[in-house]
């Protein structure tokens, strides 16, 4: 049973086992929550993308490097979908959860933290890119004991709240 909880503010502060990158499929940085990544985990992280990602990453797929400087032992990098690009296949947002999970099982890592992926620069709409945050880690088959939902703003924040409380079955609060 995998515990998933809401968290307001930046995700490269989790002390997590594993954070989760959105990253782009050249896997070189970026802007975003990838290049707030890299920005605070120092240059280590870049130098191993060049060396893991030689063809970079495809949408919808992961894979890993080590933290550097930051407090977590391992970066899960995940190519999400550029709705904004016109990628609107919502499959490959949902395997962008499953397969950063994979991946946290190969490491063995029990806690992770994701960013809500594809819900910046590449316009996934909010509301259901959370959707797909919640319910996708909430059907994972995992041995991860712990899922952050880190949100960026008191807005997302509030939203993904609201979708977890769905999911326990106590139903979203009426207007
Ligand atoms: P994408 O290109 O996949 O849309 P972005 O980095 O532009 O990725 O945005 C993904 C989400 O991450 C957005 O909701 C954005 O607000 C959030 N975000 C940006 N910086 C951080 C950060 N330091 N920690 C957590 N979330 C962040």
């Known amino acids: 049973m995998t515990a998933i909880t809401a968290v307001l503010g930046d995700i490269t502060g989790q002390r997590v086992d594993a954070i989760v990158n959105a990253a782009n499929t050249a896997m070189r940085g970026g802007g ?55 990628q609107r296949d919502r499959s490959l947002l949902q395997s962008c959860y499953r397969r950063s999970l994979q991946i946290a099982d190969e490491l063995g890592a029990r806690s992770v933290a994701f960013p809500l992926i594809s819900a910046g620069v590449y316009g996934w709409p909010r509301e259901d890119a959370i959707a797909a945050a919640v319910d996708t880690i909430a059907a994972a088959d995992t041995r991860v004991a712990e899922v952050r939902i880190v949100a960026f703003g008191r807005d997302n924040y509030e939203a993904v709240r609201r979708r977890l409380e769905g999911q326990v079955g106590q139903g979203p609060a009426t207007a």
Do not use: K, M, Q
């Open 32 to 86: 975003g929550v990838d290049g707030a990544i890299h920005r605070a985990g120092g240059p280590s992280i870049l130098r191993e993308c060049i060396d893991r990602f030689p063809d970079g990453l495809a949408a919808g797929d992961a894979g890993w490097t080590t933290a550097g400087e930051l407090p977590a032992r391992w970066v899960i990098h995940t190519v999400g979908p550029n709705y904004a690009a016109g």
